[in-house]
């Protein structure tokens, strides 16, 4: 069964590869990721605007609000920053994604950042080790260090409705459509 869903930044790589194995998936770009990007386009002086703007659009109860928040921005700063507006734009579907997937679920999707936490620890620890012992060693130390930080792990919100993603039904602005299941 392929993934309902990959969350990642713009590395074409994986989105490539994705595609060709698992070409149903849907993508959602991460919006940590994408805000760094846009605002490092900006001026110093307008970045803090800036990031409330985008803080509109991806805090939007709803696709509607997002898309007219996303024509703000754009309009609001594609004069002078056409490079950040264009970062902004290519990824316009994809960084909106998360509207057809459950609103509990949407802080777990928007962002790659609870997924890289969760294996900061492994990259800390490997970096002071700086890869020694054998693969024996590396793969029982990784398997102590995710058990260790499991238990400071957060159950998914709305964890419960997953079944609704798994069995098709349609999911508007983050409302589950029980009876138009597919």
Same mark, same amino acid.
């Given at each position: 069964m392929a993934p309902k869903l990959a969350i990642g930044d713009g590395a074409f790589g994986f989105w490539a590869t994705l595609r060709e194995i698992f070409g149903e998936t849907a993508e959602q770009r991460c919006w940590f990721h994408k805000s760094g990007n846009v605002l490092s386009k900006l001026s110093k002086s307008v970045q803090p605007r800036a990031k409330s703007d985008l803080h509109n659009i991806w805090q939007a109860e709803t696709r509607e609000d997002a898309?007219?928040?996303f024509d703000h921005f754009l309009t609001k700063y594609d004069a002078k920053y056409p490079a950040a507006c264009e970062c902004l734009r290519k990824d316009r579907d994809v960084? %909106?994604?998360?509207?057809d997937?459950?609103?509990?679920?949407w802080t777990h999707l928007r962002t790659t950042n609870p997924i890289e936490s969760t294996f900061a620890t492994s990259r800390l620890r490997h970096r002071r080790t700086k890869g020694s012992g054998s693969r024996r060693t590396s793969l029982a130390m990784e398997f102590k260090l995710a058990e260790s930080a499991s238990k400071n792990w957060r159950r998914l919100r709305g964890h419960e409705q997953i079944i609704y993603v798994i069995q098709g039904h349609?999911?508007?602005?983050? %409302?589950?459509?029980?009876?138009?299941a597919a």
């Open positions: 898309n007219d928040a960084l %909106l994604t998360f509207y997937f459950p609103a509990p679920h349609p999911i508007i602005n983050g %409302l589950i459509h029980q009876e138009d």
